[in-house]
């Protein structure tokens, strides 16, 4: 799920790596041949890679691109050193980030669609963002939809990604993607690709102790001897 697309780029499509390993912007290319618009995916990626510069610049966050592992299917016959490859299914989120001393992860996704549909997001991740939130860690989707940016929490958006995964084939009518109404309940829309304070609000309300809802008793005096 390289943070180009809403749609799993893990699909059974092949891409030449030569011997000696291939750009980041061929991978790219790659990876923006399996939209429907080709250079959506860049662009998306771009807006993230000069936001991440900034955060970088002004020491307000470390982010790190985690490379997509690449399985090596078979030698291309007649062209030494070229191989046909898939990416391999085992791969982290796109993104890590660490940001006063909260820890993230997190895939970026781009649909040109009015909803955003849960098979867009593969098992694996959603375990890696489980196994995250697990040590005390934030994940999210960042996700842009129409050219409309929205931060869904892990927090939020899991239980309703798990409650569909776990009924394949038989999902209510409506519960196996996400409307724009339902995508302002479940995260945060953003007005550009700066989401690191809103992630750092939501991370804070989410470690915020909760609010007791009654009072605590008093203790109670001792027995008279």
């Known amino acids: 799920s390289r943070r180009s697309s809403g749609a799993s780029l893990l699909a059974p499509s092949i891409y030449v790596l030569r011997k000696s390993g291939a750009s980041g912007r061929d991978v790219d290319s790659w990876r923006s041949g399996l939209i429907t618009h080709a250079n959506r995916g860049t662009v998306w990626e771009s807006m993230l890679d000069l936001t991440h510069a900034r955060y970088h610049s002004t020491n307000r966050a470390k982010v790190t691109r985690n490379p997509t592992p690449w399985k090596i299917l078979r030698a291309i016959k007649g062209k030494p050193g ?17 940001a006063a001393g909260v820890s993230f992860v997190f895939d970026a996704k781009e649909a040109d669609a009015d909803r955003w549909k849960f098979s867009y997001l593969e098992e694996h991740q959603a375990r890696a963002f489980d196994r995250h939130e697990h040590q005390q860690g934030h994940a999210f989707i960042l996700l842009r939809l129409s050219r409309v940016i929205y931060l869904l929490p892990w927090r939020t958006l899991g239980p309703r990604w798990w409650s569909w995964h776990r009924s394949p084939g038989v999902a209510a009518r409506g519960t196996a993607s996400l409307t724009v109404a339902q995508l302002d309940e479940v995260g945060l829309r953003l007005a550009s690709a700066d989401w690191l304070a809103a992630a750092l609000h939501d991370a804070a309300q989410q470690s915020a102790p909760t609010t007791p809802t009654q009072p605590p008793q008093s203790p109670k005096p001792p027995a008279n001897r």
């Open 82 to 98: 070229q191989f046909v490859c898939v990416p391999d299914k085992a791969a982290e989120p796109d993104y890590g980030a660490l």
